[in-house]
């Protein structure tokens, strides 16, 4: 594998499900990130690791929960999901200092 | 708050050349970005300026910056149908890495 990689690559679950979102990067980078890309709006950042703490938390609901366990894996805990939490969600990663972020293809999530 | 903003659409056709235009509000941003997607995938950097740069070209791509205005244009010469995607304009500074992104623009390369 290289680069970002995501799973699953897409995932229908209901509003009272728990279920799990996972990113790997191959890249050496010591940065991750989420993203939340819905319709017709900006890609919206959501969470930042850096050397697998917590740096930014863009007001995001508490049903959203990342986990960061070591610098190459990312994982985003979803539970009591809304309908319009439905949306693509990127990772992406980067070496500290340097500004240039890699994008995984994106979990496509819908909620019923 | 910063905020990026881009048309919509553009439509070209094969052979032609495009251009995608950005406007930025942060006067404080240090580095802008272009960014490709492709249907079905992720976010595939195509070139980054220095705020302190004017143009930057990369084979087909050439990137102007105009400061002043707060206005950013990306121009793909010789446009090819696999050109076709959404392309997005982002914006940092230099703070930790945070890009700010615009509502991308759709291009179309019709043969």
């Known amino acids: 594998e290289t680069g970002v990689t995501q799973t699953p690559r897409h995932l229908v679950m209901g509003m009272t499900n728990k279920k799990s979102l996972k990113c790997e990067q191959h890249?050496?980078?010591?940065?991750m990130y989420w993203y939340k890309q819905s319709a017709k709006k900006p890609l919206e950042l959501m969470f930042v690791y850096s050397l697998e703490e917590r740096v930014e938390n863009n007001s995001v609901p508490s049903r959203f929960s990342p986990e960061c366990p070591n610098s190459s894996h990312l994982f985003l805990h979803l539970h009591t999901l809304q309908p319009e939490d439905s949306a693509l969600y990127l990772c992406?990663?980067?070496?500290?200092?340097?500004?240039?972020?890699?994008f995984g293809p994106g979990t496509r999530l819908t909620v019923l | 708050g910063e905020d990026v903003e881009q048309s919509l659409f553009l439509s070209v056709r094969e052979g032609d050349s495009s251009v995608i235009n950005c406007t930025y509000t942060d006067s404080s941003s240090t580095y802008l970005y272009w960014y490709k997607q492709e249907p079905g995938a992720g976010l595939q950097l195509l070139t980054y300026?220095?705020?302190?740069?004017d143009m930057k070209q990369d084979q087909r791509l050439t990137v102007l910056l105009n400061k002043k205005d707060k206005h950013l244009s990306l121009r793909i010469a010789d446009t090819q149908t696999g050109d076709s995607a959404i392309y997005f304009c982002?914006?940092?500074?230099?703070?930790?890495?945070?890009?700010?992104f615009g509502t991308g623009t759709r291009l179309l390369v019709s043969p």
């Open positions: 890249l050496g980078h010591n940065a």
């Open positions: 300026i220095f705020s302190n740069m």
């Open positions: 992406a990663s980067s070496q500290v200092g340097k500004n240039e972020q890699f």
């Open positions: 982002a914006e940092s500074d230099t703070g930790f890495q945070k890009l700010v």
